[in-house]
């Protein structure tokens, strides 16, 4: 049965208001790396003291969890803009897709983080002797192997939709690999701690609002009068 026609304009539309997702995503990872956790191998009971405060839970839910939510359908907004005008669509969705993974991922070592470390120092504090060997079966290889395979995932899609981006329009040429160079910055400073991390997720929230700010002017790749649905 024939459906009726979806005019261009009012997928672009969504699309448009989806993007700037993308950097509200970013600016909730910065939120969420202001301050880090003290390193249990020398310093347990700081370490124990800092899983349990509220802050820690709320920017493990908040800030990652509900963000990474909202990095995936930013991101996806974003790369169903470009795919078209970058001349790649194949590898730009792949990017898109990958992106998302990586975020999905993500979202098992925030789990973790949220629920299991916080019991662990309660735990501890409540003088549990088994909560340091605890801590390290959680802290183990097959979250290090998960958070190897987000690394991985997250660093090539954002690889190929920050060369999706500079492709797609001239304006977003300087804007596009920043933001992408920058999100594989954030990820991996994140893994010895210290200030490199909220600054660069800092750095990634600008580039972010410039690439969605332009993208209104990448030309629409759908036909002026209307497309099946």
């Not at 700081?46 to 995936?72: D, E, K, Q």
């Not at 789990?111 to 504090?125: C, D």
Request: glycine fraction near 12%; hydrophobic fraction near 55%.
């Amino acid at each position: 049965m024939a459906t009726d026609p979806i005019p261009a304009g009012s997928l672009r539309r969504p699309l448009l208001a989806g993007a700037w997702l993308l950097p509200v995503f970013t600016a909730l990872l910065t939120l969420g790396t202001l301050t880090h956790q003290p390193d249990p191998g020398s310093d347990f009971a700081g370490y124990a003291g800092y899983v349990t405060t509220p802050v820690f839970l709320a920017s493990h839910l908040g800030a990652s969890i509900v963000g990474a939510a909202i990095g995936i359908v930013g991101t996806a907004a974003v790369a169903l803009l470009v795919a078209v005008p970058s001349g790649r669509p194949g590898w730009t969705l792949t990017g898109a897709a990958l992106a998302v993974l990586g975020n999905v991922l993500n979202t098992a070592l925030f789990g973790a983080a949220a629920f299991a470390q916080p019991a662990i120092g309660r735990a501890f504090a409540a003088g549990s002797g088994d909560a340091v060997a605890l801590n390290g079966d959680v802290s183990g290889p097959a979250l290090f192997a998960t958070a190897g395979a987000a690394l991985l995932s997250w660093t090539a899609g954002a690889v190929l939709l920050g060369a999706a981006l500079r492709r797609a329009d001239p304006r977003l040429r300087p804007a596009g690999p920043a933001l992408a160079a920058l999100l594989v910055i954030f990820w991996v400073s994140g893994l010895p701690g210290g200030p490199v991390q909220p600054l660069a997720g800092a750095a990634a929230t600008v580039a972010a609002v410039v690439v969605v700010s332009r993208l209104r002017r990448v030309p629409d790749p759908l036909p002026a009068e209307a497309v099946a649905a």
